[in-house]
């Protein structure tokens, strides 16, 4: 994947979840050159990509590269794996602090004419259990999709062309066989 296009990837995913989330550019630049991100990916789509990448003095990503050349479609699954991960974290994170927060169970308070209302932590997390859901069986579909439209045979196992058992002279048996099968054998 060339630098510019990956840039531009990087960018758009940021836009759309990243920035909202607290991602920085950064940790998205790493989490996709990550090579075991890249092992999902191959995993589901049958491919072989790798990444690379080398850090500056300050730890800083300098360099990377991911070959063979990633294509739009594959990247396309990629972010939805990405966004997959990202809404399974983010209903895990708000049910570990649902649990673990120390305030109470309130909602709503009210005194005279003032009120203080909360989301609940419950419904929060499972809105973000059913964006995740809804995720998946998108990525179900794009990878069910990429592999039907992109299957090529890796290899042609069978036997059904005609074997040198058969040749008889110029002609085979084949071409002189009308229906009476126990004269070839």
């Known amino acids: 994947m060339n630098c510019l296009y990956f ?38 789509i049958d491919t072989c990509y790798s990444g690379s990448y080398t850090t500056g003095e300050y730890g800083e990503m300098t360099t990377y590269s991911i070959t063979p050349e990633i ?12 966004e997959l991960d990202f809404y399974s974290k983010q209903a895990r994170n708000t049910l570990k602090s649902a649990a673990g927060y120390g305030g109470g169970d309130w909602t709503s308070l009210r005194e005279g004419d003032s009120s203080i209302t909360r989301a609940n932590r419950n419904e929060v997390a499972k809105s973000y259990k059913s964006l995740a859901n809804d995720s998946k069986d998108e990525l179900d579909k794009m ?43």
């Open 143 to 185: 990878v069910q999709s990429y592999l039907k439209f992109r299957a090529t045979p890796q290899q042609v196992v069978g036997d059904d062309t005609i074997g040198a058992t058969y040749y008889r002279g110029i002609t085979s048996l084949y071409d002189g066989y009308r229906g009476d099968r126990e004269s070839i054998l």
């Open 71 to 82: 294509g739009s479609e594959e990247t396309a699954i990629y972010q939805k794996i990405f």
């Open 7 to 44: 840039n531009d990837f990087i960018r758009s995913v940021y836009e759309e979840i990243g920035e909202d989330a607290g991602y920085s550019y950064e940790y998205l630049a790493y989490w996709f050159a990550g090579n075991y991100n890249l092992g999902r990916l191959n995993t589901l």
